[in-house]
C-alpha cells in the first residue's frame, strides 16, 4: 500500500530549529520526486522545497532560502526537512507528498508549483512557532 508518513513536528520558540522526517513506502524511492508542503489556517497549501531522487535537483520557494535544507536518506526510504530560524510566518501544519521523477517532465519545480498528480500526501504534522 502506499503510504507517507510524516513525523518531528511541535513546539518550538522564535529563532529555533526542527528536523522533520518523512517515510516513504509502496514506492520505488530512487525514482521519486518528493516534497515538503504546508498550510496555515485560512491560507492555500503551498510548496515549499521539493528534491528529485533521480537526479538530486532541488526546487525551493524564496520562504526557504538560506533557512530550510532537503535531503533523503535511501537506506531508510526517509526525506528530510532541516527548518532553522523558525519564526511564527512558519506555523503551519506541513505535508510530504511524493510523484514519479520518470513520467513527470519538469521534476521537482513541479512537484512544488502543481502538487502530485495522484492523490499521494501524507497526514501532516504540525509546527507551531511561540513568540
Known amino acids: 500500500e502506499v503510504q507517507l508518513v510524516e513525523s518531528g513536528g511541535g513546539l518550538v520558540q522564535t529563532g529555533g530549529s526542527l528536523r522533520l522526517s518523512c517515510a516513504a513506502s509502496g514506492f520505488a524511492f530512487d525514482d521519486l520526486l518528493i516534497g515538503w508542503f504546508r498550510q496555515a489556517p485560512g491560507k492555500k497549501r503551498e510548496g515549499i522545497i521539493c528534491?528529485?531522487?533521480?537526479?538530486?535537483?532541488?526546487f525551493y520557494k524564496d520562504s526557504a532560502k538560506g533557512r530550510f535544507t532537503i535531503s533523503s536518506d535511501n537506506a531508510k526510504n526517509t526525506v528530510y526537512l532541516q527548518m532553522n530560524s523558525l519564526n511564527s510566518e512558519d506555523t503551519a501544519v506541513y505535508y510530504c507528498?511524493?510523484?514519479?521523477?520518470?513520467?513527470?517532465?519538469?521534476?521537482?519545480?513541479?512537484?512544488?508549483?502543481?502538487?502530485?498528480?495522484?492523490?499521494?500526501w501524507g497526514q501532516g504534522t504540525q509546527v507551531t512557532v511561540s513568540s
Open positions: 528534491i528529485s531522487n533521480l537526479d538530486g535537483s532541488i
Open positions: 507528498a511524493a510523484d514519479s521523477a520518470r513520467t513527470s517532465p519538469a521534476g521537482a519545480a513541479a512537484l512544488c508549483d502543481l502538487g502530485p498528480r495522484r492523490n499521494y
